[in-house]
């Protein structure tokens, strides 16, 4: 019995060769590399090999050939071309992930840290104002102290001013969608309260001339207010 040696061209085989040594090598690192080396070193093998592979597909323009392994693998113009649009999406791909900081945003302050603190004194504060502050304009008075009264506070509100650019008014804007009938939608308590119909008193005293100005209010939200709403 013969056996014949496969022939393999490891010179048009070299863009997968790269890739395949590269995987081998980062499985080792990943084993043996300590944590803190491991990210930037899996990183440089990563972008290395992808570039490395690019280079040999660019070395390889213009060649065919059908017998690159044991006539399995054809290395000809299309291949060469998905071969080196994948290699630079991969590129992209890893410098888009080359931040290895990790970020999430935060939804709420850690349970019995300092800033849980200042979070449940402000939102203490807010609440005593919005419950006890006389009329509209005297709560949004008081609340704009209250966001530069400590340093606590000024960090939560510029917090809920970052995420919601009508903030206050977004808080008071819901109170008013609350008392609304069903089917007025929030969007048009928004528009009520932004035109400066910003109480439920001050909308049922409106003439419906003044509330018909405002866009998107009809006279059947109106009509609407008035049948299920009283001072």
């Not at 000809?76 to 998905?82: C, E, K, R, S």
């Amino acid at each position: 019995m013969v056996f014949s040696v496969p022939s393999l061209e490891y010179g048009a085989l070299a863009p997968m060769l790269v890739i395949f040594i590269a995987g081998v090598i980062a499985v080792i690192v990943e084993a043996f590399a300590s944590s803190k080396l491991r990210a930037p070193l899996q990183l440089a093998i990563s972008l290395g090999a992808v570039v490395l592979s690019f280079a040999q597909v660019l070395r390889l323009r213009g060649t065919t050939t059908a017998t690159a392994a044991v006539n399995s693998v054809v290395i000809d113009g299309p291949v060469l071309f998905m071969q080196g649009t994948i290699l630079v999406l991969a590129l992209f791909a890893f410098l888009l992930i080359a931040d290895i900081d990790s970020f999430a945003a935060q939804a709420s302050a850690i349970p019995g840290s300092q800033e849980e603190r200042t979070l449940l004194s402000f939102l203490k504060s807010f609440r005593y104002i919005v419950e006890t502050a006389q009329g509209l304009d005297q709560k949004l008075s008081e609340l704009k102290e209250l966001s530069t009264s400590t340093p606590g506070n000024r960090h939560w509100w510029a917090r809920y001013s970052e995420g919601d650019p009508l903030w206050p008014d977004s808080y008071f804007i819901g109170q008013l969608w609350i008392r609304l009938p069903k089917g007025v939608g929030h969007s048009r308590a928004e528009k009520l309260y932004l035109a400066g119909f910003r109480t439920i008193e001050e909308i049922l005293t409106a003439s419906d001339g003044d509330l018909l100005r405002i866009k998107g209010i009809g006279k059947k939200a109106i009509s609407k207010i008035h049948a299920e709403c009283h001072l």
